[in-house]
């Protein structure tokens, strides 16, 4: 409907179309130069992270992964097993498509090319797309604003939390995003690490023709949230890159610890 704003986590499985966000945020040959340079910006992060003498373990646990596959080009190659969860059922059969490589699977080759290409060898992306598909071992379902985020499946505590753009979409306030990064820390074993990407000053974003809102956050305020959830901030970089289907002020990557006797 025109003009109506959408927000967390029942109106994602009603409206949240996985394709219209595909297109219009993860076209890599030829969509809008600010996405391409958040792009960028993510997998350089994500490879400074992961790549020889980062941040590796056994298993890793991307929350909110919504219908993409690009934040985990670098942590797969560091990371026996990776679980993928969302909130809604049409992001994780998206993702399926992609993981079984199903006819309509969208096509991420040239960001896997890019990535390839920051870790040396660029003409290995194919090998990387399979080590991928291996390495993604569930697709779960979750909520992060209900404890626990994900319900009644059983998994191991991760060495390493990834959520990338989707805390600040899930929850509607501070206190719930506060509540969020807690369930996300409780996932992780001790001295585990959260690896986050924020949108910052974030108001609303276009899926298509349907605008959605979120919590509006300030830097001081994700590095609290982090903090107070039991994670000493090891890195924070942010930028004032920002998309042009966004109202936002910036984005925030974070590394976090969770503290070893926690
Ligand atoms: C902007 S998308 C981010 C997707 C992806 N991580 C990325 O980097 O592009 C926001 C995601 O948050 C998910 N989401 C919304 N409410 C949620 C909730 N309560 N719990 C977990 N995820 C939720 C949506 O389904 C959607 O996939």
Redesign the pocket.
């Known amino acids: 409907m025109e003009g109506k704003i959408y927000k967390?986590?029942e109106d994602?499985e009603q409206e949240?179309n996985p394709r219209d966000?595909l297109t219009t945020?993860y076209n890599f040959d030829s969509g809008p130069v600010e996405e391409k340079e958040i792009i960028k910006f993510s997998l350089q992060n994500l490879y400074q992270t992961f790549s020889a003498g980062g941040i590796r373990g056994d298993v890793l646990i991307d929350?909110?992964?919504?219908p993409?596959i690009y934040?985990l080009l670098s942590a797969c190659e560091a990371f026996r097993e990776i679980i993928v969860t969302?909130?809604?059922p049409q992001?994780l059969q998206e993702l399926q498509k992609w993981l079984k490589k199903e006819p309509g699977a969208y096509d991420w080759s040239s960001i896997v090319q890019h990535v390839c290409e920051l870790e040396g060898d660029r003409s290995r992306w194919q090998e990387k797309e399979a080590k991928l598909r291996r390495t993604v071992t569930r697709v779960l379902r979750?909520?992060?604003?209900k404890s626990p985020a994900l319900g009644s499946a059983q998994v191991p505590l991760a060495d390493c939390v990834l959520t990338?753009?989707?805390m600040e979409?899930?929850c509607l306030d501070v206190d719930t995003y506060r509540a969020a990064l807690r369930r996300l820390a409780d996932l992780l074993k001790p001295g585990g690490h959260l690896v986050t990407l924020v949108t910052l000053g974030f108001q609303n974003y276009m899926v298509g023709p349907k605008k959605f809102s979120g919590v509006y956050l300030e830097k001081e305020t994700v590095e609290k949230a982090v903090q107070d959830a039991g994670c000493q901030v090891l890195k924070c970089n942010c930028t004032p890159l920002r998309y042009s289907k966004a109202f936002c002020t910036g984005l925030c990557f974070i590394v976090a610890r969770k503290s070893s006797s926690a």
């Open positions: 967390g986590g994602y949240f966000y945020y929350i909110g992964s919504g993409t934040q969302d909130y809604t992001n979750c909520d992060v604003t990338f753009l989707a979409c899930a």
